[in-house]
């Protein structure tokens, strides 16, 4: 294919990413009709259809999925270079876009944007809050932060947290009526408060480990909830057992807002990872933020 067509990819790619041929011609600045005559050229040339157009959507057919897959990768390498070229200024410049957990988000990630943010003006972060497995090469993320245990092979990981802990948890009020549970399978006969993680397909299975032994126990109860905090404040209000990350409920602990059980069955695991595709360019600004976020023991 002539090397004056890569417009005409570059254009195909932005359509099939919006899925829409108004965002796609709002977002590269031009008319639809130009856009759709461009575009059919293209499937012209290649003697193939691309898109398959409705009046509500636009989706691309088999083959401009394998065009998708296949090409716009390398489409994404060569503006990183191109972006990697214009940063050699005096200052690091860039967005980057970053998935993350609630709880990754407020105890490493603003800590560490604190430290770098205030000496490099030009660099900007998108933070995203995710519960779930996002693929980040398809949703366009430099790069993503999930416990260890949950890092792809085929990508780099950087530790960015300590190991944690998990704590069983719940307000001295939930237990003067009730007994304490000895052992995880007592969890069953409690009120507990469930986490909804869209890794887990559903509701999480508490995870327990004593001498080698591990317990996964599903535990029931009147609320459900998709994060941590709101699970914290309830045990807080005594509606029940709580199992959160040991940092989370350090502070109510200490403040006997909260008492802890079941802590020789909750032993250390692989924490937090910024984790980013193999074939990636680290730009200036990305070698920075990687930098600022890693797990150093003295921190």
Known sequence: MPRTNLNDLQTFFVVAHEKSFTKAAAKLGVSQSALSHTI???????GIRLLTRTTRSVSTTEAGERLLQSVGPKFDEIATELASLTELRDKPAGTIRITTSQHAAD???????ARL???YPDIHVEVVIDLGLTDIVAERYDAGIRLGEQVAKDMIAVRVGPDLRMAA???????????????????????????????YGGLYA???EKDGRELKVRVEGQLVF?????????????????FL??????????????????????????????????????????ALLVDALRYRQRD
């Open 40 to 46: 059919r050229e293209l499937e012209a040339r290649l």
């Open 107 to 113: 105890s490493i990630v603003i800590p560490a944007l």
């Open 117 to 119: 943010l205030p000496r």
């Open 169 to 199: 948890v719940a307000a001295p009020s939930y237990f003067a009526k009730r007994p304490r549970p000895k052992k995880p399978q007592d969890l069953t006969e409690h009120a507990c408060i469930n986490l909804h993680l869209p890794t």
């Open 206 to 208: 508490w995870e327990f």
């Open 226 to 242: 998709n994060n941590g905090a709101s699970c914290m404040a309830a045990a807080i209000a005594g509606l029940g057992i709580a």
């Open 245 to 286: 990350p040991e940092d989370m409920v350090r502070t109510p602990l200490a403040g006997k807002q909260l008492t802890r059980i079941l802590g020789d069955w909750c032993p250390p695991f692989p924490g937090f990872h910024l984790y980013y595709p193999s074939r990636r360019q680290p730009s200036a600004a990305f």
